[in-house]
């Protein structure tokens, strides 16, 4: 239950939606934050957004106008604080993510994760497969992250988590839907492991003529009562509207059909969700930390209705 603004005034410290920070008992979701961005290739800072992210959700109130939900009356959800990743080792900082989303899953609670950079994602995937199986993924990004170790020598930078899911068979066949894709690729390969796979790409341009409501809706037909994982990085928003991003991609997303997104996957069987990539440094006047708030509030209401 959300509590009172002025409670937090004066305690001090403001949770993720002026939530309870407890334990896992007895709740239904749980907002968890991973402070890491070793897997970044640019512009490093994204460590820092559970912290902003935390601060700017406490202007987000509980009931959902459109979806008619009184959205933490409704859900049990904490704030189940921040996993403690080992700021110097990318392979325990993933042990830990693993982990502690494990135990997450394993209490029956549904994990909400604020990042750190998109590397988090295949620790949390595995953690989540484990428990359901491979899951059906709505993944939003301007890029594909199907690289490897070519250019930087590591497998497992913040460009690299989609590959390892399907290697791994962390998303089933044919349930993987990536939403926003446009930036450029290194090579005429960079698709051909997703096409492989079955995946389906709904790129700017397809966006842009089907509409963000139909998209939506394909990608809800498609992935049925299949568990559902979403990942949301947000440079799959156009820099103008989030430039608080450090791979900031021209074309993308508004902040609208961002929103308009998630809220339109209603009825999936939503298992888990992360947003990634808010690079607090490059924001401006917190509007890429506020649209992050709001796209996790707009998951929470998936989960309550």
Known sequence: MQQPAHAYIRDGQINFFRLAHGPLEGAQA?????????????????????????????????????????????????????????????????????????????????????????????????????????????????????????????????????????????????????????ATWGSPEEGALVAEHGGRLYDMDTVHDRGIGEVARQIREAVGDRPTYITFDVDGVDPAFAPG????????????????LVRSLAGVKLVGMDVVEVCPAHDVSDVTAHLAAHLLYEGLALLAT
């Open 30 to 182: 749980a907002l968890i934050g991973v402070p890491w961005d070793g897997g970044t290739t640019f512009n490093p800072g994204a460590r820092l957004a559970p912290w902003e992210v935390r601060r700017v959700s406490a202007l987000v109130q509980t009931f959902h106008p459109t979806r008619k939900v009184d959205v933490f009356n409704t859900l049990r959800v904490v704030d189940h604080g921040n996993v403690a990743v080992p700021p110097f080792s990318a392979e325990l900082a993933r042990g830990a993510i693993e982990a502690e989303i494990g135990a997450v899953v394993g209490a029956g609670v549904v994990p909400f994760v604020v990042g750190g950079d998109h590397s988090i994602t295949y620790p949390i995937l595995r953690a989540v497969a484990r428990a359901h199986g491979p899951v059906a993924l709505v993944h939003v990004d301007a890029h594909l992250d199907t690289s490897g170790p070519e250019v930087w020598g590591d497998a497992f930078h913040h460009g690299t988590p989609i590959r390892h899911a399907i290697d791994e068979d962390l998303v089933a066949r044919n349930a993987l839907h990536q939403i926003g894709i446009r």
């Open 245 to 260: 991003t450090g791979t900031p991609v021209p074309g993308g997303l508004s902040s609208r059909e961002a929103l308009r």
